[in-house]
């Protein structure tokens, strides 16, 4: 009986669209030709999909989130007001994210103004070049041994309950995860603007990665599994 209860669990993992490893990568980079990102993802064949759509341009509905596994997402260009409490509905429902550079202060709502959700409170914008500097261990590091010549991030502290995994040679944070393994930091700017070189697209995919492989069952379905068993 406890073998058949958990063929049911994936089953409804299955069900819910958590098992496919699709990616929406959510930009807010206006006329960007997203080359960078097409480079370092969509070869990338542990997922099922990549998508990319513009957030500054239109609100990104919570129905459209729930078909990834994943979302990750920063900006050049403002959201559309309203995003950030989308991605905070999607991580209520079992939904993972990456949220990078500007994008920590800049995507207002929940998912950056409640410690729950992202692991970084964010201050003012910098522009003065920094490398990777103490890292800790974590499999989000997995093959990462350089990252120089960030020059655009942002004054940040680590949340209470979140996971320091990476800090750069400011001593800022650079990449942290909150305390319910569903939101990554990453404190760099990502797109068509980057600056720095080094492992930074492996570890914007290791960030990735690792949340899809530890992808929690949304609340929906708890309450559809029978664990009386």
């Known amino acids: 009986m406890k073998n058949l209860a958990f063929i049911v669990l ?32 969509d070869t990338n064949a542990f997922y099922g999909s990549v998508d990319y759509v513009d957030g500054s ?11 990834y596994t994943c979302v990750l997402t920063w900006n050049n260009y403002q959201y559309t007001a309203g995003q950030g409490d989308i991605l905070a509905d999607y991580v209520d429902g079992g939904g993972k994210v990456v949220i990078c550079g500007w994008a920590i202060t800049q995507c207002a709502g929940r998912i950056v103004d409640d410690a729950a959700y992202c692991p970084l409170a964010g201050g003012a914008n910098q522009s003065t070049p920094v490398n990777l ?17 960030i020059g655009y991030w942002v004054d940040a502290s680590l949340e209470s309950g979140a996971t320091l995994i990476a800090e750069n040679s400011a ?6 995860i909150n305390e319910g393994t569903s939101v990554v930091a990453v404190n760099l700017v990502c797109g068509d603007y980057i600056s720095w070189s080094g492992d930074g697209w ?4 290791n960030a990735v990665e690792f949340l899809m492989n530890n992808v929690a069952l949304s609340r929906t379905s708890w309450g559809s599994i029978k664990t009386s068993f």
């Open 10 to 41: 994936l089953l409804g993992l299955t069900a819910t669209g958590f098992a496919a490893n699709d990616l929406l990568v959510l930009h807010c980079e206006g006329t960007g030709t997203m080359n960078l990102f097409h480079d370092n993802f």
């Open 57 to 67: 341009t239109a609100l990104v509905p919570l129905t459209t989130l729930e078909s």
């Open 133 to 149: 500097g103490t890292t800790y261990t974590h499999d989000i590091l997995n093959g990462v041994t350089a990252i120089n010549g």
């Open 171 to 176: 001593s800022q944070p650079l990449v942290a």
């Open 202 to 205: 492996l570890l914007l995919n």
